[in-house]
């Protein structure tokens, strides 16, 4: 039996509908965000509905030895939902259900639910679920906890890892195990349920999600300084960091200041080098205390200009236009995505550096940045119909990655490894952790179905 012919046991063991073997539709899910030019294609994809039907797929691709890969909602910056030819996409966007546990401040979440319908849903019972990547109206939950991802908040609060209290994951046999669950203290056994989140689906595909939430975010102060250069901003977050941990320390470059005022016409600086969006949520007069510290250390770093307000509008504004930062830049150019973050104090190094990788590579490179926590975006403008070009960006974009691993820090800060910056896990991680890291994934998935390619 081929396994085309074998796909209909596929097609019958699983509700009407749930398995996709229309060309067309099978092509809109061949790559995420990053547009990973050398993606597969399918041969059919499987919009699960129920963990029910996640078990059923991964069976049928263990006993055709069919490669799965898992996608949630496809926004994905780094390849990690790349189809392969042959494959297997199982789609979780169809599972979204969530139930809201006001006593143990605890949600279980379905894997495709979004990250603002979590925050929704949550906050009809006064609660709050953390974790904002910028791009959290349209990602997944479930994509969250795969690459465990963090946001603009996160310098205060934490990544997603730091919010699944349990989780439910299908391995590559079929079998499906609860791990954690909705308690706050849990020592008993291995921490499998954090092995699993940042796993990239290479280990198991999560069916439910169990989170930690928090009372509702105190009302923010807003901070706003402009600076006349990116290491001048740079020295100010090292400042501030020294001494407080604000709710949210962002970045922006002259690029990025630039592409989104182009968009938002919202009257940012256009000749500013660099922009920082501090918060502070503090408690009553504290938070009047962290506002001077952060004004004082803008003022000291040289900032052109600085600008505080209490008025959530206002400081929604700034946040917004922070977020809207990588769509904003997308409108000059097709990117290459960064996600590399460094130790605070190589902050100011790893900008210069960016700054001169793009000067010696003669490629325009925009740097944003969570940048309380170290977490950078170098965002690679280049044209895809200039090979020339092209290559240089795909140089530079090696080097910034050399660079960040030089400085002690990391390829990847929420992104996820994905496709393509796999190529630079062994030069962080080193052999020994690399080996360790592929022994477990031939553990849990001998025949290697579960999203080859991705991580290793």
């Not at 169990?210 to 923010?220: D, E, S, V, W």
Request: net charge negative; glycine share 10%.
């Amino acid at each position: 039996m081929t396994t085309i012919t074998a796909l209909d046991d596929l097609v019958t063991a699983l509700p009407v509908g749930v398995v996709i073997t229309d060309p067309d539709i099978i092509a809109s899910y061949r790559q995420d965000r990053a547009f990973d030019p050398d993606a597969g294609t399918a041969m059919a994809v499987v919009r699960a509905t129920s963990t029910a039907d996640v078990q059923a797929a991964v069976r049928w691709c263990a006993a055709n030895n069919v490669p799965i890969i898992p996608r949630g909602a496809g926004t994905g910056l780094s390849g990690g939902a790349t189809a392969v030819d042959g494959g297997i996409v199982l789609t979780t966007e169809k599972m979204r259900d969530i139930t809201v546990d006001p006593i143990t401040r605890s949600a279980i979440c379905q894997p495709g639910l979004l990250n603002a319908e979590v925050k929704a849903a949550v906050k009809e019972h006064g609660l709050w679920y953390p974790p904002d990547p910028s791009s959290f109206e349209i990602c997944s939950i479930g994509g969250n906890a795969a690459t465990n991802a963090g946001g603009l908040c996160c310098v205060k609060y934490g990544v997603t890892s730091d919010y699944v209290l349990g989780m439910e994951v299908v391995l590559a046999d079929g079998r499906a195990v609860r791990l954690g669950g909705a308690r706050l203290k849990d020592t008993a056994g291995l921490s499998l349920t954090k092995l699993f989140v940042g796993s990239e689906g290479t280990l198991g595909i999560i069916t439910e999600v169990t989170l930690r939430l928090l009372p509702p975010q105190a009302a923010a102060s807003t901070v706003v300084g402009s600076f006349a250069s990116v290491h001048a901003a740079s020295k100010a977050v090292l400042e501030i960091t020294s001494t407080i941990r604000p709710a949210m320390l962002e970045f922006m470059d002259k690029v990025a200041i630039n592409a989104v005022e182009d968009q938002l016409k919202m009257g940012l600086d256009r000749t500013a080098g660099a922009l920082l969006v501090a918060q502070s949520d503090a408690p009553g007069a504290a938070a009047a205390a962290e506002v001077e510290i952060i004004e004082a250390a803008f003022t000291r770093c040289g900032a052109t200009e600085v600008f505080a307000t209490d008025d959530p509008d206002e400081g929604e504004a700034f946040t917004a236009a922070r977020r809207y930062a990588i769509p904003a830049i997308e409108k000059i150019g097709p990117l290459l995505l960064e996600d590399v973050g460094v130790p605070l104090h190589k902050l100011p190094d790893l900008i210069d550096g960016i700054e001169a990788i793009a000067a010696n590579r003669d490629v325009l490179i925009s740097v944003i940045a969570h940048a309380g926590d170290g977490n950078t975006h170098p965002l690679i403008v280049h044209d895809p119909n200039d090979a020339d070009e092209t290559a240089r960006a795909n140089l530079a974009f090696g080097e910034v990655m050399d660079l960040a691993i030089a400085l002690g820090g990391t390829i990847t800060g929420e992104h996820g490894v994905g496709r393509l910056k796999k190529g630079w896990l062994p030069d962080q991680l080193g052999a020994d952790v690399i080996e360790l890291t592929q022994r477990i994934k031939d553990t849990l998935d001998p025949q290697g179905i579960l999203n080859p390619g991705t991580m290793l």
